[in-house]
């Protein structure tokens, strides 16, 4: 395993893509994570976002190699990585991980299908790639956030560039150096800003994540190079894209021995927004529940949280469903009007009266003692004033989905089935829940993407 040293962190993250022995726990968690991605992708595959993309690919996309899901189109490997990323960030329901401040399985799957099928690769080699590109990001987000993500990089795209190449690689087998090459490539690849949120632009970001991983390593295999210093040279991605801390630290030592994937753990969406609305919206939905009140009841609501989620949120009257899903005032009114928030409240809700009431009665503002030694995004403080008089007030952390809170099996396999039945089939979407329960068992990655490709509802 690797140790720390003064070589290059590329060098470091190239040995242990091309070396790591993933543990089973591990395994587990990307399965859950691939599942859960795939569901959203498909539903995601109907959004406009991702129609868009794959009209683009349909004219300037390369031999039809690899599968778009849902929609019985093929194209090259890159173009398949950006269209299939892109859909499964289109709803904002894919999972995330507070560490690297990301949505990582959005760029990982897009990229780790594509090249599963270059490879012909089976499922275990596709969940292994992916929990390798997964924990090379953790080393990243560790290191660079929160200043990285507060500053407007959108590290979905920035650090999940890096991780789809790391999955990549390890799928085409490269060694550590030619590994190393591909992240490199990948590392002058990444971008993606914050300011772009709420428009087709951020789904965008990911699928741009899978398909920058796909082309570092495809070029890194026919020996195109890169600077192994691509990390932290002077002029390096630590240094231009404004991380926290000037160096990784330790980081690439305990790669291989601790498991971000396993001891953190991933967040599974129970709602299609950002997840900084979401401890609000679990408390509302609880409260609610509780006290019984209606949107004529609710004198005004304030949530307090911490400075990151106003970078975040940054739509206090949206316009479009894009919008409103980076809106605390929206979700928190969905949340008060209607006692739940899902794929339906962003298609419909917009001129809804009720949640127009409401949302002058919403205010948010940032509190310095919310988020003390949490992740951002994970704390609020929701208070609720009643016309009659009462107040209520709960201090939360974390949500429903979150790894202390998990989703049980039949939650996952209610949202899969829910998710992708907007793209195919209700036979076609169990056949392809039960399969990837049993992914790591499958010889060929192919055979489930010819079986999902080619069954639109």
Known sequence: MVTASTTPVLTHFGEFVATAVVPPAARVAARNAVLDTVGVMLAGSIEPAARLVRDVARVEGGAARCAVLGTGERTGAGWAALANGTAAHALDFDDMCFVSMAHPSAPLVAAGLAVAELADAGGAALLDAYCVGFEVEAVLGRAMNPTHYERGWHATSSLGSIGAAAAAARLLRQDAGTATRSMAIAASEASGLKESFGTMVK???????????????????????????????????????????????????????????????????????????????????????EYRFTPDDVEAVEVLVDSVTPTVLIHDRPTSGLEGKFSMHFCAAAAVAYGRVNI??????????????????????????????????????????????????????????????????????????????????????????????????????????????????
């Open 203 to 289: 789904p965008l970001q990911a699928g741009l994540a899978g398909r920058n991983g796909v082309l570092a390593a495809l070029l890194a295999d026919t020996g195109f190079t890169a600077s192994e210093h691509a990390i932290d040279g002077s002029q390096g991605l630590l240094v231009a894209m404004q991380s926290r801390r000037e160096t990784i630290g330790d980081g690439v030592a305990a790669l291989g021995h601790a498991w971000e994937i396993i001891d953190g753990g991933i967040t599974v969406k129970l709602y299609p927004s950002c997840a900084g609305t979401h401890p609000t919206i679990d408390t509302l939905i609880d409260l609610r529940a």
């Open 344 to 457: 339906q409240t962003f298609e419909s809700c917009l001129s809804d009266p009720v949640i127009h009431a409401l949302l002058p009665r919403i205010t948010m503002r940032v509190d310095p003692g919310v988020g003390v030694d949490q992740p951002p995004l994970t704390e609020a403080v929701v208070r609720v004033r009643l016309r009659q008089g009462a107040s209520l007030e709960r201090r939360v952390r974390g949500a429903r989905g979150y790894p202390n809170r998990p989703p049980i099996a039949d939650e996952l396999g209610d949202k899969f089935r829910a998710c992708a039945e907007r793209a195919v089939s209700p036979a076609a979407a169990t056949e392809a829940l039960e399969w990837l329960r049993d992914l790591e068992h499958h010889p060929r990655v192919t055979a489930f993407s010819d079986m999902l490709a080619a069954v639109p509802a």
